[in-house]
């Protein structure tokens, strides 16, 4: 990525008539999310919140998958750590209202411009949490979804408790986060995640960027203001209630039985407090 000076080679971005391009650039895991694609995601998308002649934006994964979700190193890693010494549980800022982990999704929110998530393969916990903070999704029919969390003794920390709140039916985003469960697109579709279906969600997502970045930038930018103010106002509050939950439950003895349950390929045994 180069934008204002800032490169890595986690996520690169690249601008074309007012659309900017941002993929993930892990492909060989997945675009999986370790310590330095949270930062990458975060950093690209600070840059283009204050980018002059940005209209849209386009954001995917490089290779078969959108992004699986935590890299597997992170869970190894959780029974030695807790969420508030892990570089992602940093706050982004002393003013802020998420931290790191946060941040990768909600800046979708806060650039000024709609933000199209093209999905493929796999959009599975934190990759479906930055998923939900695009303003829409566009997904291949088999892409593989889950807010995949609890499954690893988790809850969706990364936002994803209020946008699923304001997506879904109330019933539905607790049957969701409470099973853990993996459901197809179309189903996804049909439950209102995803706004649309397409054989090429790239190519679809750039073609509908292209149809945005040529209505008045004036006009878009007032519109996405006013249909983000309802997640805005409850925003520092459920995010904050998000951080006491994953604080508590990372490194918790029935979050590493989760994980250690998994890896050893055998039926977890919880226990009761």
Same mark, same amino acid.
């Given at each position: 990525? %180069?934008?204002?000076?800032?490169?890595?080679?986690?996520?690169?971005?690249?601008?074309?008539?007012?659309?900017?391009?941002?993929?993930?650039?892990?492909?060989?895991?997945?675009?999986?999310?370790?310590?330095?694609?949270?930062?990458?995601?975060?950093?690209?998308?600070?840059?283009?919140?204050?980018?002059?002649?940005?209209?849209?934006?386009?954001?995917?994964?490089?290779?078969?998958?959108?992004?699986?979700?935590?890299?597997?190193?992170?869970?190894?890693?959780?029974?030695?750590?807790?969420?508030?010494?892990?570089?992602?549980?940093?706050?982004?800022?002393?003013?802020?209202?998420?931290?790191?982990?946060?941040?990768?999704?909600?800046?979708?929110?806060?650039?000024?411009?709609?933000?199209?998530?093209?999905?493929?393969?796999?959009?599975?916990?934190?990759?479906?949490?930055?998923?939900?903070?695009?303003?829409?999704?566009?997904?291949?029919?088999?892409?593989?979804?889950?807010?995949? =969390?609890?499954?690893?003794?988790?809850?969706?920390?990364?936002?994803?408790?209020?946008?699923?709140? %304001?997506?879904?039916?109330?019933?539905?985003?607790?049957?969701?986060?409470?099973?853990?469960?993996?459901?197809?697109?179309? =189903?996804?579709?049909?439950?209102?995640?995803?706004? %649309?279906?397409?054989?090429?969600?790239?190519?679809?997502?750039?073609?509908?960027?292209?149809?945005?970045?040529?209505?008045?930038?004036?006009?878009?930018?007032?519109?996405?203001?006013?249909?983000?103010?309802?997640?805005?106002? =409850?925003?520092?509050?459920?995010?904050?209630?998000?951080?006491?939950?994953?604080?508590?439950?990372?490194?918790?003895?029935?979050?590493?039985?989760?994980?250690?349950?998994?890896?050893?390929?055998?039926?977890?045994?919880?226990?009761?407090?």
């Amino acid at each position: 990525m %180069h934008i204002n000076g800032i490169k890595d080679n986690r996520v690169t971005v690249s601008v074309n008539q007012g659309v900017a391009d941002v993929r993930m650039n892990r492909a060989d895991k997945r675009n999986a999310l370790d310590d330095a694609l949270f930062q990458s995601l975060a950093a690209a998308g600070e840059a283009l919140k204050t980018l002059p002649g940005l209209r849209a934006v386009v954001l995917s994964g490089e290779g078969e998958s959108f992004c699986a979700g935590l890299d597997f190193g992170s869970f190894k890693g959780m029974s030695q750590r807790d969420g508030k010494t892990s570089t992602i549980g940093t706050m982004v800022a002393d003013d802020a209202i998420t931290h790191l982990a946060q941040q990768v999704c909600w800046v979708w929110q806060e650039i000024p411009v709609p933000v199209i998530a093209a999905l493929r393969g796999h959009a599975l916990g934190g990759g479906m949490q930055i998923a939900l903070c695009a303003d829409i999704r566009i997904a291949h029919p088999d892409t593989q979804l889950s807010v995949r =969390e609890v499954f690893w003794g988790l809850i969706p920390d990364m936002t994803g408790t209020l946008m699923l709140s %304001h997506l879904v039916r109330p019933d539905v985003a607790r049957e969701l986060i409470y099973t853990a469960k993996i459901l197809q697109a179309d =189903e996804g579709h049909t439950l209102g995640l995803i706004s %649309h279906l397409s054989e090429d969600p790239l190519l679809a997502a750039q073609t509908l960027a292209t149809e945005i970045a040529s209505r008045s930038p004036d006009a878009v930018r007032a519109a996405k203001r006013l249909l983000s103010r309802k997640l805005r106002a =409850e925003a520092a509050e459920q995010f904050a209630a998000e951080r006491e939950e994953i604080y508590k439950l990372i490194g918790s003895p029935n979050q590493n039985e989760a994980v250690q349950a998994y890896f050893e390929k055998r039926p977890p045994a919880f226990k009761d407090n």
